[in-house]
């Protein structure tokens, strides 16, 4: 799943590279922040990652309101912490994302599933880097080298599938927060793959 969220990120920074291609591109009049790169980011990656959840720039009580800039979950709970991603102008920049994802993003409380420090470079640039919680997996994509570049999914009948398990896990988890929902998102990945007609191992071999 690590290569194929990966692809995912890749393929949504080439595609508001495309779309927008005058993105940050201001007069003298106009200085850009980071919020301003996440919410452009976050509306095409939300394409891609529909049947979560999408916030950003949100505060963090519970870790002094620190402020991930782009997540994907089910609001009000912790079970479909799935990705959390840092967005960057600069590679400089960049250099305490990963950091921040494994000390903040990926501790207990929390427990995002994934961790990616993206920089949006100008003219379409980008680099991305991806970690997946308890495992040691990372993957790199760069807008320079080939990746498995992803289209938004159109199966209509796999997207109502994938959202109906969605809306069965959040049911779960708010009856019983302990309940076991491990099967549940195992039937999600494997949805997430049938969606973008891959099987891991397509995913992983390219």
């Given at each position: 799943m690590t290569e194929l969220v990966a692809d995912i990120l890749a393929s949504a920074a080439t595609s508001l590279g495309e779309e927008q291609p005058t993105l940050s591109k201001f007069t003298s009049e106009t200085n850009e922040?980071?919020?301003?790169?996440?919410?452009?980011?976050?509306?095409?990656?939300?394409?891609?990652?529909?049947?979560?959840?999408?916030?950003?720039?949100?505060?963090?009580?519970?870790?002094g309101n620190r402020r991930?800039?782009?997540?994907?979950?089910?609001?009000?709970?912790?079970?479909?912490?799935?990705?959390v991603v840092e967005v960057k102008r600069s590679e400089r920049d960049a250099e305490e994302d990963i950091e921040k994802i494994k000390a903040y993003w990926f501790?207990?409380?929390?427990?995002?599933?994934?961790?990616?420090?993206?920089?949006?470079?100008?003219?379409?640039?980008?680099?991305?880097?991806?970690?997946?919680?308890?495992?040691g997996k990372e993957e790199t994509r760069r807008s320079n080298k080939d990746f498995n570049g992803l289209?938004?999914?159109?199966a209509s009948e796999l997207r109502a599938t994938q959202a109906k398990l969605g809306n069965r896990l959040l049911a779960a988890t708010q009856q019983d927060a302990e309940v076991d929902v491990s099967g549940l998102k195992a039937k999600i990945d494997q949805l997430v793959y049938a969606l973008y007609g891959r099987t891991p191992e397509e995913i992983r071999t390219g």
């Open positions: 922040y980071e919020p301003n790169l996440s919410f452009h980011y976050a509306n095409i990656l939300r394409r891609f990652l529909f049947w979560l959840d999408c916030d950003f720039d949100v505060s963090k009580p519970n870790l991930p800039d782009i997540i994907f979950h089910k609001r009000g709970i912790h079970a479909l912490n799935f990705l501790n207990k409380r929390l427990s995002y599933r994934f961790g990616a420090s993206t920089v949006l470079g100008e003219n379409g640039l980008f680099s991305v880097q991806l970690l997946e919680s308890g495992t289209c938004v999914p159109m």
